[in-house]
């Protein structure tokens, strides 16, 4: 069963840092491309980035670019997402998502992890 | 940018058939699928490739994708299908993945 497990979520004041982590297991994970979708009160879905398996390619979303480093461990079957310059609208719920097809669809949704900016 | 639209919400009567719509340029050149997300819970992927639906999405979910307009249907909407539905497809010319705003299907 593929199963993906975020964590690294808090509370965080603006400008703050944080790092995520999704910790994978059930499938080989070094063959997927993975990503970081967002969701804030309120609002819709937001993919915030994208990682080819072998971190070849790496994309993110204008609204992240320059403020997230998106990054994986294949040996460790872990995709890590740090976040820093922290605003309020960054305040959201992030799930780690498995990409199918390179690119998308996402079949594998993580629970997800709060993070959660405010002074 | 490319953009994909969605409605904000559709009413459905039990029993009935939802169509829910999601619009962009030239949508139908690309791949669009779809997500649901009920309350407190991630989004599960119940349509992708236009059509096709992952194992275990019951078959009342159907999809659909030409011109400017993708669509998703679920035949006999039940209680459980009420959730936001999120469109997705690849934007080529960023490599972005682009999500609709959302529908949010009320069965009543």
């Known amino acids: 069963e593929v199963q993906l497990v975020e964590s690294g979520g808090g509370l965080v004041k603006p400008g703050g840092s944080l790092r995520l982590s999704c910790a994978a297991s059930?499938?080989?994970?070094?063959?997927?491309?993975m990503n970081w979708v967002r969701r804030a009160p309120g609002k819709g879905l937001e993919w915030v980035s994208g990682i080819s398996s072998s971190s070849a390619y790496i994309f993110y979303a204008d609204s992240v670019k320059g403020r997230f480093t998106v990054s994986r461990d294949n040996a460790r079957n872990s995709l890590h997402l740090q976040i820093s310059t922290l605003r309020a609208d960054d305040t959201a719920t992030y799930y780690c998502v498995r990409d199918l097809g390179s690119p998308g669809p996402f079949d594998n949704w993580g629970q997800g992890t709060q993070v959660t900016v405010s002074s | 940018s490319f953009e994909l639209t969605q409605a904000p919400s559709v009413s459905v009567s039990p029993g009935q058939t939802a169509s829910i719509t999601c619009s962009g340029d030239k949508l139908g050149d690309k791949y669009a699928c779809w997500y649901q997300q009920r309350p407190g819970q991630s989004p599960v992927l119940v349509i992708y490739?236009?059509?096709k639906r992952p194992s275990g999405i019951p078959e009342r979910f159907s999809g659909s994708n030409s011109g400017n307009t993708a669509t998703l249907t679920i035949s006999g909407t039940q209680a459980t299908d009420e959730a936001d539905y999120f469109c997705q497809a690849w934007d080529s010319s960023t490599a972005w993945q682009v999500f609709g705003g959302g529908t949010k299907l009320i069965v009543l």
């Open positions: 059930g499938f080989s994970f070094s063959i997927y491309s």
């Open positions: 490739q236009n059509t």
